[in-house]
């Protein structure tokens, strides 16, 4: 399955657009098509991940709704509606729109039935295990004990292999771009209604935000899953690495990348053009 992007999203914003082609094949019935996607969404842990979103977007919600530079009004307003589109089931929702309408069906036969496979749900069920609570507290006990622990080689590069395979670093990198951008979309709106970002100054900030945020992204997307694999044997893992390398998990990279990426695109313009809205009223 697509690997999780298990990062501290709220360090890495706080430090503060792009996808990927579509495979083609053969069209499927709308019906079928929309089946494949739902099993897809319940058997690659996606609910978990976009969960993650969640603190990220309440840390900004909460910085802009006390913006001295808005007005009280539009600032309330904006933080809300930044909580309501960006909320896990509403994300979910524009990642299986994406999905549905563009994803190959052959290739999406194929993902699932890797994740049906034992392989599949291993990887699949300790990496929804790593997104939760109680294993955020473990993962600070694992990360004490590594001195006395050291990870092995053969560990070591298996995860900077998954890393490459599955472009991990890369759409993390994209995901805190894109929040960040969700964030001074919404505020520029809230300030004014015929205001806009200007494009040039937004790229240079994006561009900006990518270089200072990837290298301490890649060091945590490596200790994430230096943690979340722990338990995994090096044969089940290898296997996990030659499903990303292979045709079909290079296709399956790039349709969830650029479902994952084009709903929170999606969701940061739609925020904006409702708050732009809400302010020329």
């Known amino acids: 399955m697509r690997k999780q992007l298990l990062i501290s999203m709220t360090i890495a914003v706080t ?39 969640a603190p990220v977007i309440e840390q900004q919600a909460a ?63 300790l990496e929804v295990e790593g997104t939760g609570e109680a294993a955020q507290a473990e993962r600070a006990q694992w990360m004490a004990q590594l001195a006395a622990h050291p990870i092995s080689d053969v560990r070591a590069q298996q995860v ?15 995901e805190v771009v894109l929040l960040s951008t969700a964030v001074a979309w919404v505020a520029a709106a809230a300030r004014s ?10 790229q240079a900030f994006q561009n900006r935000l990518r270089a200072k ?15 979340t694999y722990r ?19 290079q296709a399956y990279r790039r349709f969830m990348d650029a479902a994952y990426l084009g709903a929170l695109r999606d969701a940061a313009a739609g925020a904006a053009q409702r708050i732009r809205t809400q302010v020329a009223l």
């Open 15 to 53: 430090m503060a657009l792009a996808g990927h082609g579509y495979a083609l094949g053969a069209a499927a019935q709308p019906a079928q098509q929309q089946t494949l996607v739902q099993e897809l969404m319940t058997l690659n842990g996606m609910r978990a991940q976009l969960a993650l979103v």
């Open 63 to 125: 910085a802009l709704a006390v913006n001295p530079d808005l007005p009280k009004r539009n600032r309330v307003a904006a933080a809300a509606l930044l909580r309501q589109v960006f909320q896990p089931e509403a994300l979910l929702q524009r990642v299986s729109q994406h999905l549905e309408a563009n994803a190959d069906p052959e290739t999406l036969r194929a993902v699932l039935q890797f994740l049906r496979s034992p392989v599949g749900q291993r990887m699949t069920a």
């Open 160 to 174: 900077v292999a998954l890393d490459e395979a599955a472009s991990v670093t890369t759409t993390a990198t994209e």
């Open 193 to 202: 209604a015929t205001v806009r970002v200007d494009e040039q100054r937004l």
């Open 213 to 227: 945020v990837r290298p301490k992204l890649k060091e945590e997307v490596l200790l994430s899953m230096l943690f």
């Open 231 to 249: 338990e995994a044997d090096e044969e089940t893992f290898a296997d996990y690495i030659a499903f990303y390398r292979s045709e079909t998990g």
